[in-house]
């Protein structure tokens, strides 16, 4: 018996799952260097040190993105077959492998492949190797163990841009890349393969440390599978109607956060908001977002995900009202903390959403498609909110039509059936 099985199972401990959701939540942290947040950091010493311009740079970077949603699907299938902990250690060394390349980088070719491997890597894998990791640990608390590794997310939000521009003051921007790899190689990939086991049956346990395998089968009340079924999606779930009624909910917090995030200085100063008071908005979102996320974890486990599911879709249309009649501080910030707690309620849907519908098994089969398509509707959300400004002159259009997308997708999560979603991925 392993020392880790035998460390586990040892009764009078704490639940094993949580150091698992621990080393999780620290590879949610890491994924930082392949997320905007950090890269925003980066954008103006590349620019000045390669001679790019922002439009070249930019136009990169979402080249590099799109590379991220179709490789988060291999990645997630590649979970289903090796593992979280092969897995989560591997995107660990290929992050710090990309961090290294980034270093280098020069021309136009060779940032492409460094954007693309650090969105790959960084924004795609290891979020989704996370979540998945948590789902298969818990059942009856995944809303919270998801929870807790969506904070690793905000947590990254809140540390690593600051030290990041502490490393580029110090090092240069090379220099800070080259500090970044160093350090997701030497914590996380150690922590992934000392700790992490792929599921509690390994180490001789059941989810949520309960003492008999959870029920096999949906329950009646929400469609919701309890744990171990040997069974699960098959096929392409891309083509279930179902899957769509459930992924375009999912992403439309990430669409519409991306786009007013994205034009958010403009946006704002339309309605004659100084450029300074704009961007501290992003105080009370991070705020409201890390709050809501506790809150929503336990609304998952209580009500299901599609409990915050439907909270996400309320708090952005609220956020899109007060947004066009935000003429002051005070409703800067309440507009911010709506955009901000409709980011946190989804962060724990997506998360919890998968697993809580199609069972643990073969997750990645439906999880990573519908990470894919959050991750594609989130790259080009910027783009229709630009082209509504550049046609009419005015962000007012283009808020109404973006408030038409919760209503819209509120009615889809409604109609959505887990048992005939279930049905159609299992046939």
């Not at 090092?171 to 500090?179: H, I, N, Q």
């Amino acid at each position: 018996m392993s020392l880790v099985k035998t460390f586990a199972s040892r009764s009078g401990r704490p639940f094993y799952g949580w150091a698992v959701v621990a080393v999780a939540t620290l590879a949610a942290f890491f994924s930082g260097p392949g997320q905007s947040y950090v890269f925003s950091v980066f954008v103006d010493p590349i620019i000045r040190d390669t001679g790019l311009g922002r439009v070249e740079v930019s136009t990169l970077y979402a080249l590099g993105t799109a590379v991220s949603a179709v490789m988060v699907v291999v990645v997630a299938r590649l979970v289903d077959r090796f593992g979280a902990r092969v897995m989560l250690a591997a995107i660990g060394i290929g992050l710090g492998a990309a961090c290294f390349g980034m270093s280098f980088a020069a021309g136009p070719l060779l940032l492409f492949f460094g954007f693309a491997a650090l969105r790959a890597l960084g924004q795609g894998s290891l979020p989704v190797t996370a979540n998945m990791l948590a789902a298969r640990w818990f059942v009856k608390r995944r809303g919270r163990a998801v929870a807790v590794v969506a904070l690793g997310i905000a947590a990254s939000n809140a540390v690593l841009p600051p030290a990041t521009q502490a490393l580029i003051g110090t090092f240069g921007w090379r220099g800070a890349y080259l500090a970044l790899g160093t350090l997701v190689v030497a914590v996380l990939v150690p922590l992934a393969l000392l700790i992490v086991r792929d599921r509690p049956e390994d180490v001789g346990l059941y989810p949520d440390g309960a003492q008999a395998p959870p029920a096999e089968k949906p329950q009646a009340s929400d469609g919701a599978f309890d744990g171990s079924e040997e069974t699960g999606p098959r096929g392409l779930v891309m083509l279930s109607v179902d899957f769509w009624l459930l992924a375009l909910p999912v992403a439309a917090a990430p669409f519409i956060v991306t786009a007013l995030v994205f034009h958010q200085i403009s946006v704002l100063g339309e309605v004659g908001i100084e450029p300074a008071t704009a961007a501290s908005a992003f105080v009370p979102f991070a705020v409201a977002a890390a709050a809501s996320t506790v809150v929503a974890g336990f609304l998952a486990d209580r009500f299901g995900p599609r409990t915050p599911l439907f909270a996400s879709l309320a708090l952005l249309l609220a956020a899109l009202s007060v947004l066009g009649f935000a003429h002051s501080v005070a409703l800067v910030v309440l507009y911010a903390a709506a955009l901000g707690a409709a980011s946190g309620f989804q962060s724990v849907a997506s998360g919890a959403t998968w697993a809580h519908f199609y069972g643990r098994e073969k997750l990645g089969r439906v999880q990573g498609p519908a990470t894919m398509v959050m991750i594609s509707g989130a790259a080009v959300a910027p783009l229709p909110l630009a082209a509504i400004y550049q046609a009419s002159g005015s962000y007012a259009l283009g808020l109404v039509v973006m408030g038409a997308i919760p209503l819209v997708c509120f009615v889809l999560a409604l109609l959505f059936d887990p048992e005939r979603a279930v049905r159609a991925t299992t046939a």
